[in-house]
């Protein structure tokens, strides 16, 4: 958002604050309706045309916002401006209508299971645009303004579990956990979350801190309730059958006398149920829901149970997921607000090299070409086209050298933050951070060439050096295979610099720096990498989430990880492409971006090949969890789909990572002082 926009909707929150508080003052009557943010909502609800054929914003910007994760890139966050431009006036009654405690809907509830809920849907609606606001006040560094609507979610999501009924408490959840807190760590990720702001959120996060913010155990009751009030509702056998039939089932033989004579077991299932959502300890509560959710398949606990029974432990699963979150986001606020913890040091650098990555990504196809010529062979290129060039660079300014500027100084890099899907090439990611640095170098040598001196390179090798740096820290092996690759260009570029003279002994300890903060036991991250990628395999091919699901997830990782780097990389490209349907490296893309020299056609063609093969046919991951774990390895060998196949050598790019990490300091070295270049050691090719 502009900065007039954000005064202009900075002044009208105030002004709209002002406005309700003499309001409240001039009027009991007032006070009471806005002790109640139902009617606020339906008011602001109708003002954004929600239910009817024309809301104010159409469903594709809905499902555009809904789909936004930070950072944004330049066209999402014009579009972005424009729908918050539009809808100003209805956010202001959003953010009213979430401030207020109290949410009373006034639900009759003698309707039971024929009770309609469609503010639930707009609720959802409202606290998407609200997240999206949090976005651009984060990236903007509207500090006070994001936390402000991060808390307003976490209100929002309060009210919904005020409805005593499951969706209701499962929306609550959705928003007021899942979504704020991924907000809350966003902002703690830009560095925005200091200790009188860490503070302030846990002292207004009240409820949140409560066992069950969103009324779980009331909603388990509530849902016992309206079952217990439709049965009742019904005066005839037919009655019934339209009741179950509405539930998408068949009430078989069932009679309207048999279904009311189930009524006091159906009132025991509930309190039941609800006792296991209230009790802390989730073991003990997932074993007592399985029981239930067991004994109402089988029909043990009479018809209405088969029939009527929510799936349970997918809601626990739900709320535990949320209670989660919030505990760790409370801990997390607590160490900052006891300075144990400081902004600078959790400012995460993945979001700024995910922005630097877009910028690069965004730079015409020739242009790029025009970029890769300007940094390995100048001569080259054509005047008009080294001119371009020159000037994109300095037009990528924004877009790209800052990012990676304020990247560099960050001391955390966790990608997980930007929510890919898991397993993942980040091909669009890596293709563009690698020509991101690749912008840096270019206009580094360029500086080099325009003065004939080499140490206008330094600033550049730093940059690509740190960047390269950051990616290790996060260890997956397509970010070790391009964390290698940026270190091994820097490199190229402070010789190629050297010809032109000595860097000097400053320039030279700035290098020293940089390099030094690589580590030299696993430099780049291949190993660790292959260790985590495959976690991150087997942890997302299984659904079990029970207390001994870690060990069988550690004993599992260890079976792929024991088959080598190779092998894991060859199975995490298999399961990207066939089943997240990752966009793949591709030859025609773009001289920056280009991932080709990693993966190569060949192997590409291999990994296709070997998802087209295991069409409908059983996997490594179908094995159970359960087995000892030696069946567990033939199994699994049996049924590798890229057994044999030669996909990365990551042998070899392990064996050289050692060489090309010392070749950088050697390269420096010789760089300080001499103008001869052949004191360093080549590049491993």
């Given at each position: ?85 539009r ?26 299971f ?9 609720v ?11 976005m ?104 019934l ?8 089932e ?65 809601a ?20 900052i ?108 040598l ?157 192997s ?17 991951e ?18 590798d ?32 002082s001499?103008?001869?270049?052949a ?7």
């Open positions: 958002m502009p900065a007039s926009t954000h005064e202009c909707a900075g002044f009208h929150r105030r002004l709209l604050t002002v406005v309700l508080v003499l309001a409240a003052s001039l009027a009991s009557t007032a006070a009471r309706a806005q002790d109640n943010a139902a009617p606020l909502w339906r008011a602001a609800f109708k003002a954004a045309g929600y239910g009817t054929e024309a809301p104010l914003l159409a469903a594709e910007d809905q499902a555009f916002i809904a789909d936004l994760n930070p950072p944004l890139g330049e066209e999402q966050r014009a579009r972005l401006d424009g729908i918050l431009q809808t100003a006036e209805v956010r202001q009654q959003f953010e009213a209508a979430a401030r207020v405690k109290r949410c009373d809907w006034e639900l009759d509830r003698s309707k039971g024929e009770l309609l809920l469609p503010h639930l849907g707009q959802r609606d409202a606290a998407r645009l609200l997240r999206a606001q949090a651009v006040e984060m990236e903007d560094g509207n500090s006070a303004d994001a936390v402000a609507t991060i808390l307003l979610l976490g209100n929002v999501g309060v009210q919904a579990g005020q409805d005593s009924i499951l969706i209701s408490s499962l929306v609550g959840n959705a928003v007021g956990a899942l979504q704020m807190t991924e907000l809350a760590q966003s902002a703690i990720d830009w560095g925005a979350i200091d200790e009188k702001s860490a503070q302030g959120m846990l002292d207004a996060m009240g409820p949140l801190k409560s066992d069950d913010p969103f009324r779980f155990a009331d909603a388990i009751q509530g849902e016992g309730k309206m079952m217990i009030s439709s049965i009742n509702g019904c005066k005839s056998d037919a009655e059958q339209r009741l179950i039939s509405t539930a998408g068949s009430a078989g033989n069932l009679t309207l006398e048999q279904a009311k004579a189930d009524l006091g077991g159906m009132r025991q299932i509930y309190d039941r149920a609800a006792r296991a959502f209230a009790n802390p300890d989730p073991n003990a509560a997932i074993a007592e829901l399985q029981r239930l959710e067991q004994q109402a398949g089988s029909g043990r606990t009479g018809a209405l149970a088969k029939i009527f029974m929510p799936s349970l432990l997918s626990y699963k739900s709320k535990l997921k949320g209670a989660q979150e919030l505990a760790l986001l409370v801990a997390k606020l607590q160490k607000a006891e300075g144990k913890e400081k902004p600078a040091e959790l400012r995460n650098a993945a979001l700024l090299l995910a922005r630097a990555s877009a910028g690069a990504r965004s730079v015409p196809d020739d242009v790029q070409d025009s970029l890769e010529l300007m940094r390995v062979a100048p001569s080259a290129l054509q005047e008009s086209d080294a001119a371009r060039a020159a000037e994109i660079l300095l037009r990528a300014d924004r877009s790209v050298m800052q990012p990676l500027a304020q990247a560099i100084v960050c001391r955390r890099c966790d990608f997980a933050v930007l929510r890919h899907p898991i397993p993942t090439f980040d091909v669009r990611l890596l293709g563009g951070l690698r020509g991101a640095t690749r912008m840096a170098l270019a206009d580094g360029h500086h080099v060439r325009e003065r004939t001196d080499a140490a206008a390179i330094v600033p550049a090798a730093v940059t690509a050096y740190r960047v390269a740096v950051l990616l290790a820290m996060d260890p997956s092996l397509p970010r070790a295979a391009v964390s290698h690759s940026i270190w091994r260009e820097a490199t190229a570029a402070v010789q190629e610099a050297a010809k032109f003279g000595p860097i000097g002994k400053e320039g030279a300890d700035e290098l020293e720096r940089a390099l030094a903060t690589m580590g030299s036991a696993d430099p780049f991250g291949f190993r660790k990498g292959a260790e985590e990628d495959a976690k991150r395999l087997v942890a997302n091919a299984t659904a079990r989430r029970d207390a001994t699901a870690k060990e069988a997830i550690a004993e599992r990782a260890k079976v792929l990880k024991q088959r080598g780097p190779g092998a894991v990389w060859a199975y995490m490209a298999f399961v990207a492409i066939g089943r997240n349907k990752d966009p793949m490296p591709d030859a025609k893309d773009a001289g920056l971006v280009r991932l080709t020299d990693i993966y190569p056609q060949a590409l063609e291999a990994i296709n090949a070997a998802v087209a093969q295991a069409q409908g046919t059983e996997l490594g179908d094995v159970p969890f359960d087995l000892p774990v030696d069946e567990q390895k033939a199994r699994l060998r049996r049924l789909p890229v057994r044999g196949v030669k996909f990365i050598d990551a042998s070899t790019l392990m064996a050289n990572a050692g060489a090309d990490y010392m070749a950088a300091f050697d390269a420096v070295k010789a760089a300080a001499a103008a001869a270049p004191a360093a050691q080549p590049v491993t090719k």
